[in-house]
Each structure stands twice: as C-alpha cells, then as structure tokens.
C-alpha cells in the first residue's frame, strides 16, 4: 500500500511565510482526500510541493519510505501527477494531441494504436469525445477543465494531485469529474488528493479531509470528524452547522457570523 505523508513543511514568498511546520498523518492509496481552506491558506503551495514543483525551506515529503527530494526529476513525474488550477489554452494543438502528450510524456513519443484507443477512451470517460478535434484554444473554461482531468487520469501515477478540478464546472459535471477520480483512485490503489472549496462536494466524496489554515494543517481525519470541528468556523469565519440527509450523507450549512 502506497502513503504519501508530509513533515514539517514550510515555505515562504520572499518575506511571506505560507507554510508553517505542516505536517499531515499518512494518506493510504485507494482513498480520496480532499484539502480544504479558505483563500490564500497554501492549498496551492502544497501541492507544488509534492510535485516538485517548489522547494521546501524546511520539512519534507515522504512517499512509502523515501523522501522525494532524493528523487530525479523523470521519475518523480512518473510517481506523481499534478493537474494545476489553471490550463495553457494558447498551444496549436487538438484535444486529441494534448491528452496523447500528457499519455506519451513518460513513455517515448513513438505512437500506437493501442494508444489512439486509450486516448479516445479517455475522452470518452471524460465526456469530451466530441470535442477531440477542436483546437484547446477555442475552449471554453469548463472544457478547458475536463481536458485537464482527462490528462491526468490518462497517466498512471502513485499519487494525483487535483487543484480545484471543479471550479469552471457546472453541477452535473462537478459531479461526473469526482465520481470519476475517485472511481480511478479506488480501482488503481492510487493516491488521490483534490483541493476543493466546496464543502458538501468534500463530504460527499473524500475519504478523509485536511483542513489548511494559516500555513497549518488545523483538523484531518474523516468529513465527519473535520466538518464538525470548531476549527471550521474559526477557519471559515462563518457558522457552520451539519446535518445527515435521508442517504445518511453529510450536509454543512453555512450563516455569516
């Protein structure tokens, strides 16, 4: 079983620290996480640190047992996989060639047709199958989004890292993209962990919540135990009260204070 953990992590823009001492427990594969904060609380700047894209001032990452700074750049692309908030549309190129890219990127570019179907497939899965021709600049944001998605799942990975993948969506497709990751994560024992500032999105599909707050890591554990905690409404700095519906799923409503 594979296990991402961070500990004592922290970061700084310039003067500005972000992250401060962060630690969080194990995150077992097969699970979703969903990390959850307020504006500005780091969420962001975790993940490029788990990615590499960014560099701790202090602390580290460790997945199973090794410290992923000790590992090279190609294998930690191979191990972990970051889809980023925001999605490059300029490029000249199709749906179909991006998700291909993001397929080939650790394989050799020498195309098959085993991987014209898995691609396809993919689009498919992602509800973007009419869209494989159209150039990724005439897109609007919400497909911009899925295509970001469909890049990711295509690539098999350790460890997903999902930032905001429901921001530019519509209700339906919130829906569709989570049940989606989180199917992929169960059936391929991977680690899957998406920002989300949607609480009742979080409590419907993660296994278990990190709630990030003043470059802290303020409550973890499941949607229950974190959604209950007075450290919501303090993070939040709004009332927050909870209750289960007819399916026995959780359900936060929030008042300004």
Aim: net charge neutral; aromatic share 6%.
């Amino acid at each position: 079983m594979t296990k991402l953990s961070g500990e004592n992590l922290s970061f700084s823009y310039g003067a500005r620290p972000v992250l401060k001492g962060l630690e969080f427990d194990p995150l077992p594969s097969g699970k979703l996480t969903a990390l959850i904060g307020p504006n500005a609380a780091g969420k962001s700047t975790l993940f490029r640190l788990i990615s590499g894209l960014a560099k701790p001032a202090a602390g580290h990452v460790i997945l199973n047992d090794t410290n992923l700074a000790s590992l090279g750049t190609r294998e930690r692309l191979k191990r972990i996989c970051f889809m980023p908030q925001y999605f490059a549309a300029n490029a000249a190129l199709t749906v179909f060639d991006v998700v291909m890219m993001a397929h080939k990127q650790l394989r050799g570019w020498r195309v098959s047709g085993a991987d014209m179907a898995a691609v396809a497939q993919a689009l498919e899965e992602a509800g973007i199958g009419h869209l494989s021709q159209a150039y990724v600049s005439d897109l609007s944001g919400g497909q911009s989004q899925m295509v970001s998605v469909a890049q990711a799942l295509i690539r098999h990975s350790d460890v997903y890292l999902f930032d905001e993948p429901t921001s530019a969506l519509d209700l339906r497709h919130q829906l569709e993209v989570l049940t989606r990751i989180r199917a992929t994560m169960m059936a391929r024992d991977s680690i899957g962990v998406v920002a989300l500032h949607d609480l009742n999105l979080a409590a419907r599909f993660a296994d278990h919540l990190i709630l990030l707050g003043q470059g802290r890591i303020l409550a973890q554990g499941s949607a229950e135990t974190v959604l209950r905690s007075p450290a919501i409404s303090e993070t939040y700095k709004v009332e927050v009260e909870t209750s289960t519906g007819p399916r026995q799923d959780l359900t936060v409503h929030a008042y300004a204070s």
